[in-house]
């Protein structure tokens, strides 16, 4: 299909079905999607058994990521995440410890300064005590619409924690309605993606590029459906490009398109790689 890499996930350490059906609200006249899946999963054990039947890190086609989730009554958050390090450490390219999904409860609080101290310490800690020589880098995903003075402090604790995280994943979903939502089931309770979100998750991009001076990689997601949509993100900061709503309603040709796109705006701004157009935006 053209990706260059593939993430999976969030994955639980126990099976959890995930909230009640419906669940997922196709809102077609906004090309979004309202989700509120809650961290459906069949658990570590499981997952661990279909990708470790895969070639190891290193001898794949593609790199990896493997989404790191809690379970929804989990008493110890922290703890659910070291679980997912220990487990799929060794198989992962890379990690995301996942705190901003809107469907778990309490999940999004670990975005603040304190208990994302807290959880970062512990996650890397687990990462660099992992056996063998193999240690994959963790990513950080986060919401959105969180706010100012917490975005701020999210780059602090990246930037100055002894512990330090490798990458960024922005943004989730958002709670938010925008007011230009056309569909019946705009009001459907969970996390907004695709279209809608294009524009918020591209400012998140670029405030987080701004405050943390451009030294943490970024992947850049939300409403991405186009290579200008791409091209938009990697101005704003964004070392590489995911897309998950745009399939759903363009299919897989949308691959090809978006690469295609997005080499004919590098070229026409004068960039020969996307690693010289990361962050233009920001340093104009």
Known sequence: MGFGFIEVGSVTPLPQPGNPKPRVFRLPEDQGVINRCGFNSEGHEAVYERLSLLPPPGNRKAILGINLGKNKTAHDHVHDFTLGVEKFGPIADYLVINVSSPNT?????????????????????????????????????????????????????????????????????????????????????????????????????????????????????????????AYEKICAGASLIQLYTGLIYHGPPLVVKVTSELEELLRRDGFSTVTEAVGADCKQ
């Open 105 to 229: 409860p309490g999940l999004r609080n670990l975005q603040h300064r304190e208990e994302l101290e807290e959880l970062i310490e512990a996650v890397v800690t687990t990462r660099d005590s992992l056996p063998g020589t193999h240690k994959p880098p963790l990513l950080l995903k986060i919401a959105p619409d969180v706010s100012e003075d917490d975005k701020q402090n999210i780059a602090n604790v990246v930037l100055r924690s002894k512990k330090r995280i490798d990458g960024l994943i922005v943004s989730n979903t958002t709670v938010t309605r925008p007011t230009s939502l056309q569909s019946p089931d705009k009001e459907e309770v969970g996390g907004l993606s695709g279209q809608p979100l294009r524009t918020m998750a591209t400012h998140a991009i670029r405030d987080m590029y701004r405050l943390t001076h451009g030294s943490v990689p970024i992947i850049g997601v939300g409403g991405v459906a186009s290579g200008h949509d």
